[in-house]
């Protein structure tokens, strides 16, 4: 099942249902065309859906609208009509843009090898207000954003409409980063778009990211607006500039986030990408190779958007989980936002098949499920015992098994759990029982498997920390780890301790979190518990242990001998007795070294 989340957005300035601004100067671009190219716009039935004028040496003029682009004539583009155009356009830099004054239009130049100009891109420039009220409630958190997509996507509107809202709205010092002049207009008057926004002019694109620290150095801004970060020396300043608490919003070339990963110029907006050697044990625990990439830093921006099209945007509100869970082969955790036609955004989750996404209710989002959702587990503070020092060198390897984990989709128990009991997203197993979220930390995966297998309890694990109803660790890695401690308490997440790996720990554990009773499980004890290939030496002799408790050890009290076993073999038994709670030691020499069950 699955319910909408919709977001009203207030009918001010800021409506989704984008209105253009007033005073939109679209006759100031067809002023500079020749008169029969300026006739044929005036009077076209899309003139206020146009998007760019071409006009190519030896080629017919095009118009170019969001349906496709049509001809403007028979006639070719001459020398002579680029001269006109060219004439009537301010100057072009190095960048090979130009623009009309105090408006939002760009003029594209190509040239051939000599330098002489053979064509021209006048593209359209319109101030659309209400184009970020996707996210909104992001720019108000004064994370930094870096909005990512294709070229004509909207990227500098979104970014125009961010710098007014930050500036008039939000009562910011805002300070744009307006290197070809395509945000604010040309011209020494900024286009009013901005709003109380102030422009800062870049005299060569090279030197960008010199004018990005002067503005701060300088001019105390709270938020730096940055179009088209592009080389590394940009990104390196974008760093230094967030290192020094101003919040960034800038684009950057790339259609998703990945893109930029990849890219080794920008990589360090998302916080770089080392390879590392992991050591043999870290390997095995992460399941990989011991040569891995890793984040290097911390990312410049902490939230990505993804502009897929005008009206859906893909939000990454975490972009170093997102960043990590790439790098380690899992699908990130990301939002499909929507406008509607009504101008109602829809928030949606994205799921790693590229199947339909999964509508979520914004009060549920942050909402428990499960156990802690049916009252019948309430929180618990971390015990006193657990206060601890701050970690070793050696310690902190142990830490990173929390970064592998957090953020990752649930992992059910067996195979059979997921075709049997419940979808890694339902709240109940299949007899209408809560089902119990773990997850376990420091713990042996395989024993909990067998465990909740076995015996058929209602219990999932997870590896997505926020889902998770428990948290189950081993005692001696959990005591001298804050990091998942501060976690667990911000979430509200309780904390249960195992002294040790064993089978009838995490039985008796399971039994606590479930509020079975003690010795629920004990009279149906099932072998295959503690046997885990189920082979006919290791269950007779794990009968010959349980018939010894039950019928003398117990009811008789008196101490019973066991027959002479392989050390693996008496390992299983040792773990049976402790089962039943009672003492057990070895004695003897191989091959004759036996087990000795003592009564409680």
Request: charge should be negative; aromatic fraction near 2%; glycine fraction near 8%.
């Amino acid at each position: 099942m699955v319910n909408p989340d919709s977001i009203p957005v207030s009918p001010s300035s800021d409506d989704a249902a984008a209105t253009p601004a007033p005073g939109e100067d679209m006759v100031q671009l067809l002023a500079i065309l020749p008169n029969l190219l300026r006739s044929q716009l005036e009077v076209h039935p899309h003139r206020d859906q146009l998007i760019e004028v071409v006009l190519d040496l030896g080629r017919r003029p095009e118009a170019r609208f969001p349906n496709g682009a049509e001809y403007l004539g028979e006639s070719v583009v001459s020398q002579e009509t680029l001269q006109h155009c060219i004439e009537r356009v301010g100057y072009f830099g190095g960048d090979n843009r130009a623009g009309i004054e105090q408006t939002l239009h760009r003029i594209s130049a190509i040239r051939n090898r000599s330098g002489d100009i053979i064509g021209l891109t006048c593209r359209v420039g319109r101030a659309v207000f209400g184009t970020i009220g996707m996210i909104r409630d992001l720019i108000e958190t004064g994370g930094s954003i870096l909005m990512l997509g294709r070229p004509g996507v909207g990227k500098t509107t979104a970014l125009r409409e961010i710098a007014r809202v930050l500036a008039d709205d939000l009562q910011k010092r805002v300070v744009i980063i307006d290197t070809s002049n395509e945000i604010a207009g040309d011209g020494d008057i900024p286009h009013p778009a901005i709003g109380r926004a102030r422009r800062m002019q870049v005299a060569q694109p090279e030197l960008q990211h010199q004018v990005m620290i002067e503005a701060v150095e300088n001019h105390m801004p709270e938020v730096i607006v940055i179009d088209e970060i592009g080389t590394e020396l940009e990104a390196t300043a974008a760093r230094t500039i967030a290192e020094r608490g101003v919040q960034l919003v800038g684009t950057a070339h790339g259609n998703r986030l990945e893109n930029l990963i990849k890219n080794p110029t920008l990589s360090d907006l998302v916080g770089g990408i080392q390879s590392v050697t992991l050591g043999d044990d870290e390997a095995r625990r992460r399941g990989s190779q011991k040569s891995v990439l890793e984040r290097k830093a911390p990312p410049t921006f902490d939230i990505a958007v993804e502009m897929l099209e005008r009206q859906r945007w893909v939000i990454h509100e975490e972009v170093a989980n997102t960043v990590d869970n790439l790098l380690r082969g899992r699908p990130p955790a990301a939002q499909v936002r929507e406008t509607a036609e009504n101008g109602r955004v829809t928030i949606t989750h994205e799921l790693p098949d590229g199947s339909q996404p999964t509508l979520v209710p914004r009060a549920e989002r942050l909402s428990p499920s499960g156990w802690r959702a049916a009252g019948r587990m309430t929180p618990l503070p971390p015990p006193a015992s657990l206060a601890a020092p701050a970690l070793s060198p050696e310690q902190q390897t142990f830490a990173s098994l929390l970064e592998d984990t957090i953020g990752a989709p649930p992992l059910a128990s067996s195979p059979a759990q997921i075709a049997t009991l419940l979808p890694e997203d339902a709240p109940v197993g299949p007899n209408g029982e809560d089902i119990l979220r773990i997850y376990p930390y420091g713990l042996s995966r395989h024993q909990l498997d067998q465990v909740i297998r076995t015996l058929q309890l209602p219990v999932l694990l997870t590896k997505d920390l926020e889902m998770a109803d428990a948290v189950l660790a081993l005692r001696s890695h959990v005591k001298n780890h804050v990091k998942l401690r501060h976690v667990a308490k911000a979430r509200h997440i309780p904390i249960h301790t195992v002294k040790s790996n064993s089978m009838p720990q995490l039985v008796r554990s399971l039994q606590r979190l479930l509020d079975l009773e003690e010795g629920t499980i004990q009279p149906g004890v099932n072998l295959e518990l503690f046997s885990p290939k189920g082979d006919a030496d290791e269950l007779e002799a794990l009968e010959e242990a349980r018939l010894a408790v039950e019928q003398i050890v117990i009811p008789k009290g008196q101490p019973v001998e066991l027959l002479p076993r392989s050390a693996r073999i008496r390992k299983m038994q040792h773990e049976l007795a402790e089962h039943y709670r009672l003492k057990s030691l070895s004695f003897g020499d191989e091959p004759n070294r036996r087990l000795r069950i003592y009564p409680a």
